[in-house]
C-alpha cells in the first residue's frame, strides 16, 4: 500500500510540474484500418491514427478510391514494408528473418532492406526511421564486402539525391582505407568468384588502381602533393626491413628485393643504405 501511495504522489508532483502526458486521449485501435499493399507479400493493416502524424502517408491522395482505406506502396518490397509498418507500431526497427542460404547472402539481403528503408523514410518524411535505417547500413556493411555494398546499392539506390550528404560520406568511409593504403592486390575485394563486375566496381577497381600507380610512380613532381617514389615506397620499406631485423639480426639488406604494387622490381639497397 505504501509503495501505491509513493508512486501517486509521484504522479501528482510530475503533474505540478507541468510534465507532459505522453499518453493518447482515446485508443488509436479504435480508428479504421487501412491496408497497405506493397510490391509484394500479404497486405499488411495498421488503425489510420497511426499515420495521422505523418502527412506524406496520411493525405486522401494516396488513397486511389474515395472511401477506399487502401494504401498502395507497390514500389517498396515487402521486406521493406514490414520495417515501415513495425515502425509505425512500435517506433522501433525490426526486419523480418532473411531466407538465403549463406550467411553472405543474408547480410546482402538484410543490406538491401535497410537500404530500401532508408530510401522510404526519406520520401516519406520519417526522419527517426531514417536514422534507424542508417544505424542498420552501417552495421551491415561492416559484414560485407564493398563492391557488394556498391552492387547493392545500385540495384536498391540508383539516383541517390545530390543533396544526400550522409550518404556521400558514408561511400567516402568505404573507399577512404583503399586511398590511404591501396591494397597490391584488387582480387579480394568483391568477396565473389564472379567474373564480371558492376560498372560501378569496374570504376572503383580503375580508380584505385590509378592512385597506387600515382603514389609509387617515378616521375611524380616536386609540386605534386603526393609523395614521390623514393619517399612513400622507401618509407615503407624501411619500416618493413626494421621489422625484419628485429627478428633476425642476420637479415641481409644487400641481398633483399621486393616487388612494388606496380609490378616492378624495386632494390632495398637503393633505399635503405644511405639511412643506414
Given at each position: 500500500?505504501?509503495?501505491?501511495?509513493?508512486?501517486?504522489?509521484?504522479?501528482?508532483?510530475r503533474?505540478?510540474?507541468?510534465?507532459?502526458?505522453?499518453?493518447?486521449?482515446s485508443?488509436?485501435?479504435?480508428?479504421?484500418?487501412?491496408?497497405?499493399?506493397?510490391?509484394?507479400?500479404?497486405?499488411?493493416v495498421?488503425?489510420?491514427?497511426?499515420?495521422?502524424?505523418?502527412?506524406?502517408?496520411?493525405?486522401?491522395?494516396?488513397?486511389p478510391?474515395?472511401?477506399?482505406?487502401?494504401?498502395?506502396?507497390?514500389?517498396?518490397?515487402?521486406?521493406?514494408?514490414h520495417?515501415?509498418?513495425h515502425?509505425?507500431?512500435t517506433g522501433?526497427?525490426?526486419c523480418?528473418?532473411?531466407?538465403?542460404?549463406?550467411?553472405?547472402?543474408?547480410?546482402?539481403?538484410?543490406?538491401?532492406?535497410?537500404?530500401?528503408?532508408?530510401?522510404?523514410?526519406?520520401?516519406?518524411?520519417?526522419?527517426?526511421?531514417?536514422?534507424?535505417?542508417?544505424?542498420?547500413?552501417?552495421?551491415?556493411?561492416?559484414?560485407?564486402?564493398?563492391?557488394?555494398?556498391?552492387?547493392?546499392?545500385?540495384?536498391?539506390?540508383?539516383?541517390?539525391?545530390?543533396?544526400?550528404?550522409?550518404?556521400?560520406?558514408?561511400?567516402?568511409?568505404?573507399?577512404?582505407?583503399?586511398?590511404?593504403?591501396?591494397?597490391?592486390?584488387?582480387?579480394?575485394?568483391?568477396?565473389?568468384?564472379?567474373?564480371?563486375?558492376?560498372?560501378?566496381?569496374?570504376?572503383?577497381?580503375?580508380?584505385?588502381?590509378?592512385?597506387?600507380?600515382?603514389?609509387?610512380?617515378?616521375?611524380?613532381?616536386?609540386?605534386?602533393?603526393?609523395?614521390?617514389?623514393?619517399?612513400?615506397?622507401?618509407?615503407?620499406?624501411?619500416?618493413?626491413?626494421?621489422?625484419?631485423?628485429?627478428?633476425?639480426?642476420?637479415?641481409?639488406?644487400?641481398?633483399v628485393?621486393?616487388?612494388?604494387?606496380s609490378?616492378?622490381?624495386y632494390?632495398?639497397?637503393?633505399?635503405?643504405?644511405?639511412?643506414?
Amino acid at each position: 500500500m505504501g509503495k501505491v501511495s509513493a508512486a501517486s504522489r509521484r504522479m501528482a508532483r510530475r503533474e505540478e510540474l507541468g510534465a507532459i502526458d505522453m499518453r493518447p486521449e482515446s485508443s488509436p485501435y479504435t480508428s479504421p484500418i487501412v491496408t497497405i499493399r506493397f510490391a509484394d507479400g500479404q497486405p499488411l493493416v495498421i488503425p489510420n491514427r497511426f499515420l495521422d502524424k505523418y502527412p506524406k502517408l496520411s493525405p486522401p491522395a494516396l488513397f486511389p478510391v474515395h472511401g477506399d482505406k487502401t494504401l498502395d506502396l507497390k514500389h517498396i518490397p515487402g521486406s521493406a514494408g514490414h520495417v515501415l509498418v513495425h515502425y509505425l507500431f512500435t517506433g522501433t526497427y525490426e526486419c523480418l528473418k532473411p531466407r538465403e542460404s549463406s550467411h553472405d547472402e543474408r547480410n546482402a539481403a538484410e543490406f538491401a532492406t535497410s537500404v530500401r528503408v532508408y530510401a522510404a523514410a526519406q520520401t516519406y518524411e520519417l526522419p527517426a526511421l531514417e536514422n534507424l535505417a542508417k544505424g542498420e547500413m552501417e552495421k551491415l556493411g561492416n559484414r560485407l564486402q564493398v563492391m557488394q555494398i556498391l552492387d547493392v546499392l545500385k540495384d536498391t539506390l540508383p539516383s541517390p539525391s545530390i543533396n544526400d550528404m550522409w550518404l556521400q560520406n558514408y561511400l567516402k568511409s568505404l573507399v577512404r582505407p583503399f586511398v590511404d593504403n591501396p591494397p597490391a592486390s584488387l582480387d579480394s575485394l568483391s568477396g565473389s568468384s564472379s567474373q564480371t563486375l558492376s560498372i560501378a566496381n569496374a570504376l572503383l577497381k580503375v580508380v584505385i588502381e590509378l592512385w597506387r600507380e600515382k603514389l609509387c610512380s617515378p616521375s611524380s613532381s616536386p609540386n605534386n602533393p603526393v609523395a614521390s617514389q623514393d619517399h612513400y615506397c622507401g618509407e615503407s620499406v624501411v619500416a618493413c626491413v626494421e621489422t625484419q631485423q628485429a627478428n633476425d639480426p642476420e637479415y641481409d639488406l644487400a641481398t633483399v628485393e621486393i616487388q612494388k604494387a606496380s609490378g616492378n622490381d624495386y632494390d632495398l639497397t637503393t633505399v635503405v643504405e644511405p639511412t643506414l
